[in-house]
T-cell receptor, first 111, second 114 residues
Framework: EADIYQTPRYLVIGTGKKITLECSQT?????MYWYQQDPGMELHLIHY???????EKGDLSSESTVSRIRTEHFPLTLESARPSHTSQYLC??????????FGQGTRLTVV | AQSVTQLGSHVSVSEGALVLLRCNYS??????LFWYVQYPNQGLQLLLK??????LVKGINGFEAEFKKSETSFHLTKPSAHMSDAAEYFC????????????FGSGTQLTVLP
């Protein structure tokens, strides 16, 4: 059983608010990822990290930012939420040379 | 560079019928290939993976997939569909090595008809 946690599971927030989506894993994985997924659609990689102090932007441009100060923690921040940010955000982590483990996701609605 | 193409965004089968979900990949390095399943309002769960060992891979819930390098394919099959198999299925590819990204296909929604 993978131990990767995302909070909150659901979030409804007003336009212009700053939000942070939390992602934590207890498996000691160096690699962590954030994907954005609209309902019924494919996953788009928006950020990834290969270890502490390493962050890279993914294939899909995003206004969000991430940080990796600790191995187990990979939070995603939106400084000013907008309705176009409404989506599901999935966090994942992976050890070397094998599959990624996913959290349950955060479903964000910006009104 | 790597990419995944899943043919058919929606597949419907009758309960008890064969399930075939298609996945073709491209990769500039030897690929690792994965199938994930996603149930509504959930994260992704790994069904099976190919990491350069046996080309026929068996996964959970009776699913299996065969890596065919000549066809650059990794199709997912199950001999007999069950109602509980209804979900979204994603094929994914990554390259071997330390700096790997995981690239997903667009997904296939599987409907199982009674």
């Amino acid at each position: 059983e993978a131990d990767i946690y995302q909070t909150p599971r659901y979030l409804v927030i007003g336009t212009g608010k700053k939000i942070t989506l939390e992602c934590s894993q207890t498996m000691g994985h160096d690699k962590m990822y954030w994907y954005q997924q609209d309902p019924g659609m494919e996953l788009h990689l928006i950020h990834y990290s290969y270890g502490v102090n390493s962050t890279e932007k993914g294939d899909l441009s995003s206004e969000s930012t991430v940080s990796r100060i600790r191995t187990e923690h990979f939070p995603l921040t939106l400084e000013s939420a907008r309705p176009s940010h409404t989506s599901q955000y999935l966090c994942a982590s992976a050890p070397p040379n094998t599959e990624a483990f996913f959290g349950q996701g955060t479903r964000l609605t910006v009104v | 560079a790597q990419s995944v193409t899943q043919l058919g965004s929606h597949v419907s089968v009758s309960e008890g019928a064969l399930v075939l979900l298609r996945c073709n990949y491209s990769s500039s390095v030897p690929p690792y290939l994965f199938w994930y399943v996603q149930y509504p309002n959930q994260g992704l769960q790994l069904l099976l993976k190919y990491t350069s060992a046996a080309t026929l891979v068996k996964g959970i819930n009776g699913f299996e997939a065969e890596f065919k390098k000549s066809e650059t394919s990794f199709h997912l099959t199950k001999p007999s569909a069950h109602m509980s198999d209804a979900a979204e299925y994603f094929c994914a590819v990554s390259g071997a090595g330390s700096a790997r990204q995981l690239t997903f296909g667009s997904g296939t929604q599987l409907t199982v008809l009674p």
